[in-house]
């Protein structure tokens, strides 16, 4: 036999008639073995029941003297069941007198134990712990006057009333016979019937696992700080005694002996289970399974080694070698696989059918097998095998061979290659379609609480998944989805509305149709809409005065508004079409006159930044509208001033609504730290023995709770005008953006690097402002491309932290040095040659676009490379409020 064989034979779980081939191979890390565990004996428990490592254990139950084991298991459905396994063949169904005994408890089982429990008591008995009780029960046999067989009763010795939670225990030749570890991590000691004394473990947070080693008279643990504590039975007997986990941590600090470890070791995971075996009386060891290690001690702590698992394991058993100075360890894993293991070495691997939660070893009335393994599931699959050399091969039927005809083989390849070629240029040709069609109707509005139900859009696209998106301020809703056939394009139908008091800063939305293409390959095709102006604000009569004024020129006689404006006629007394005007849903008046004698456009208002989508608008249908009618030289422009004193009027107003909520925030923290100030006065008055009076601290407590109400109401207002000020800001930097693009006659490059600076964020956070990413946004442009000569630009990049400043003195300054720098010639550019003079403009040139050979490209992420420490998912974000995602 070889020294393997022997090997597992002596611990009786290998059959000795078996032969072994030491060839064999195993590979634990697919979870594969050459060899099976040999069933002897399995059976099924129940239906929809749970078990877990401590729900099993063996042993000679009912004292019968036979020196076999029976098997114990109970569940969290509180079923207990005794088993006397006999052997029976492959297929066949384990007999009905297997089973000794099933009894339904009240509670669930935790963990059940065999050993001797009861006082002046030699006999075997079963402790069964439950969350809130332990007991003590004894099985006797009765033997049957018929051919039933014996009966077997349980009968309850004892119990006791736990006042914690039970989470786990254990018993050994300690002073009280049985340990259990509460949730709330106390050690409760018991002398057979009665209680001893409870024990708080300091510096507990979750309970592990227990265990006692009897050399040492020793407790082991695994604490929540992932380090192994061991307690010596001597020094929780001696330590202060207390109630509560309050009331140790109390008297540890004042009087008393404190609870101490009497050694750690940090393992840095969190353990599975642990075990102290005693299979010698000069020295024992301490076996720990982790995570991902098995750790083997010596009593004192030191470590005699350490095994790095390849996989994850489910449950251990050490039990005695016949080698000197050596352990076996049977390991289970998840990949349904049973290891033995000789100190670090692996002699064997089996598969199991289940993926073992507890593993115990059973002496078994056979005449070729001293005992089997028997493992638990969680789903209550008990199986009892052995570990036979019985390879299970498969063998592949023969198949009759004949000789390959090379040249048909090549002649289907090529055909395949032939259809592969083509389906691969047909599928790169086709692109989706992906069009938005807009229908308004103009005949009806419908006014509900600032809502307006106006107009909605059809998309048409293959079928995919849908994502829209626009301002936080519009609402889309989907009105349906409808298909034409099997391959063509499909519909879907949403409408838009207002939704809120005050109009968006735009007016844009964004598609993205995600879907996959007959090879499997996923692909993304993206438009843009534009919602129509329409849908926040009506026609109205023209104002004669405003406030606010902006004039836009053009190189083209002056038009009929009623012409640019078709669907803005219903209200408008001018016939002529010298004058429209337009009401806005929050309440704003905007008008727009055309002058009779010059190319002049007149817009006005009451209020600054509603002008923003008026002129947009205007701007954009006469660029239609002249290009409609061939006009190939149009153009818009500015003629300045640019009106900063207006725009920094809206930057005053949003910097003030984020100082008050930070002043609302610290106070909100001060009536806080007071409010709970109070509790905890209050608290000590209510709990201490002699009554006090409270000395006004209930008037105290509720006139801070009004103060901490009263500064939440104002946090939310102020943080609802805040949202309602950042709106109207970017409304303004929009039209300031448009009115100095009009004036300088800006490129798209640099009018994308102008909105990239002064628009870098579309929501304030508390962490990141306008106002503080703006002003670097526009340092580093009057640092690089707009500085005064190439000596004066920056060599290196700024890498300060970005706060919210004290004042907008600093950054009106700096956009007012941006404004006159461009007026004088400056060019955004993000390329290095940024200070190149500016090109002269040829009479047949467009104004809106420079005669540049080189253009630089424009990269908006280029602006936050100097700065670091600013939020990029903030910085770089599209579009703020969560998308609509429609799928069919």
């Known amino acids: 036999m070889s020294p393997i064989n022997s090997f597992l034979c002596e611990r009786g ?71 006397s396994p006999q052997p029976v063949k492959p297929g066949e ?6 089973q000794l005994l099933e009894v339904q408890l009240r509670d669930p089982v935790i963990q059940v134990e065999v050993g001797k429990f009861v006082s002046c008591s030699d006999l075997l008995h079963l402790a069964v712990l439950h969350p809130r009780k332990l007991s003590v029960y004894s099985v006797s046999g009765t033997a049957g006057n018929v051919e039933h067989g014996a009966q077997y009763q349980l009968k309850l010795i004892y119990e006791h009333n736990l006042q914690r939670t039970a989470f786990n225990m254990t018993y050994g030749t300690f002073g009280g016979s049985l340990c259990i570890q509460s949730m709330d991590g106390m050690l409760m000691f018991f002398e057979q019937e009665s209680y001893s004394f409870g024990r708080f473990l300091p510096g507990f947070l979750l309970p592990g696992p227990l265990c006692y080693c009897c050399r040492t008279d020793t407790f082991l643990t695994v604490s929540s700080a992932r380090q192994l504590e061991s307690y010596r039975y001597e020094t929780l007997a001696v330590a202060t005694e207390a109630e509560t986990r309050q009331d140790a941590d109390q008297l540890s600090k004042s009087a008393g002996k404190r609870l101490m470890a009497d050694w750690t070791l940090v393992l840095g995971e969190q353990a599975l289970d642990l075990c102290a075996p005693s299979f010698s009386p000069t020295s024992s060891s301490i076996f720990v399974c982790g995570e991902r290690n098995l750790y083997c001690l010596k009593d004192n702590g030191q470590i005699r080694f350490m095994k790095k698992l390849e996989y994850n394991p489910s449950c251990f058993l050490p039990y005695a070698s016949v080698s000197e100075d050596t352990t076996n360890i049977l390991l289970g894993n998840h990949n349904n696989m049973l290891l033995v293991y000789q100190d670090v070495t692996l002699k064997w691997a089996a598969q199991l059918s289940c993926s073992p939660v507890a593993i115990r070893c059973l002496l078994v009335p056979h005449r070729d097998l001293r005992g089997v393994v028997v493992t638990l599931s969680s789903e209550g699959h008990l199986q009892c095998s052995y570990m036979g050399t019985d390879p299970s091969f498969f063998s592949t039927p023969k198949v009759d061979s004949r000789e390959q005809d090379y040249a048909q083989m090549d002649t289907e390849m090529k055909s395949l ?51 829209l998106a626009c301002q936080s301020v519009l609402c889309l809703t989907l009105r349906c989805c409808c298909s034409t056939g099997v391959g063509s394009t499909t519909v879907v139908a949403f409408s838009a509305f207002l939704n809120g008091p005050y109009p968006p800063a735009d007016l844009t939305g964004d598609v993205a149709v995600s879907y996959c293409t007959s090879t499997g390959i996923p692909r993304v ?38 012409e640019v404006f078709p669907d803005f006629l219903e209200q408008s007394e001018d016939k002529e079409g010298n004058a429209l005007g337009f ?306």
């Open 13 to 83: 779980i290998v059959n000795k008639t078996k032969s072994y081939n030491p060839s064999c191979v195993w590979d634990t890390e697919s979870g594969m073995s050459l060899f099976k565990a040999r069933d002897w004996w399995a059976s099924v428990l129940g239906e929809g029941e749970e078990f877990d490592q401590g729900c099993l254990c063996v042993g000679d139950l009912d004292n019968s003297g036979s020196g076999y084991d029976k098997i114990v298991v109970g569940s969290y459905m509180g079923m207990l069941r005794v088993f």
């Open 93 to 98: 169904p384990s007999p009905a007198d297997s």
């Open 417 to 467: 290659q032939r259809v592969i070629r083509e389906a691969t240029r047909s599928q790169a040709g086709r692109t989706p379609t992906l069009e938005v069609v807009t229908v308004c109707f103009q005949a009806w509005v419908a006014w509900s609480a600032s809502r307006i139900q106006f107009p909605f859009h059809i998309l048409k696209v293959l079928s995919g998944r849908v994502v």
């Open 525 to 562: 095709a993206q438009c843009q809409f534009c919602l129509p102006l329409r849908l926040v604000c009506r026609p109205s009569s023209p104002s004669k005065n405003a406030k606010y004024k902006i004039t836009v020129d053009t190189n083209n006689p002056p038009v009929n508004l009623c």
């Open 583 to 888: 009401h806005f849903l929050s309440g704003a008046h905007v008008t727009v006159l055309a002058s009779k004698t010059s190319q002049r456009y007149r817009i006005q208002s009451e209020s600054f930044e509603d002008i923003w989508l008026v002129v947009k608008e205007l701007v954009q249908r006469f660029d239609h509208h002249f290009a409609r009618l061939g006009v190939k030289d149009f153009q818009n422009s500015f003629a300045g001033p640019i009106p900063l004193a207006e725009y920094f009027e809206t930057v005053d107003h949003h910097f003030e609504l984020r100082v008050n909520a930070e002043k609302y925030q610290d106070l909100l923290s001060e009536r806080a730290i007071q409010f709970r100030a109070i509790q905890r006065r209050l608290l000590t008055r209510f709990k201490d023995k002699t009554p006090a009076p409270l000395q006004n601290l209930d008037t105290l407590m509720e006139g801070t709770y009004r103060q901490v109400i009263a500064l939440a109401d104002a946090a939310e207002e102020n943080r609802a005008c805040l949202d309602q000020a950042f709106a109207r800001l970017r409304s303004a930097t929009h039209l300031l953006i448009l009115l100095v693009t009009l004036w300088q006659g800006l490129s798209t490059d640099q009018k994308a690097i102008l909105e990239a600076t002064l628009l870098p964020l579309l929501q304030d956070t508390p962490q990141l402002g306008w106002e503080e990413s703006v002003d670097a946004a526009v340092s580093h442009l009057l640092r690089t491309c707009l500085s005064r000569s190439p000596k004066d630009q920056a060599l290196s990049l700024s890498t300060a932290q970005l706060s919210m400043p004290k004042d907008t003195a600093r950054l009106k300054k700096h956009i007012t040095l941006l404004c006159d720098r461009l007026g004088k010639g400056g060019r955004l550019s993000l390329a290095s040659e940024a200070n190149a003079p500016t090109p002269v403009m040829m009479p047949g040139q467009p104004h809106g676009v420079l005669g540049l050979e080189r253009r630089a490209r424009v990269s908006f992420t280029a602006l936050f490379r100097a700065f670091p420490h600013t939020p990029r998912p903030t910085s770089v974000c599209v579009r703020p409020p969560p998308p609509r995602v429609i799928e069919f």
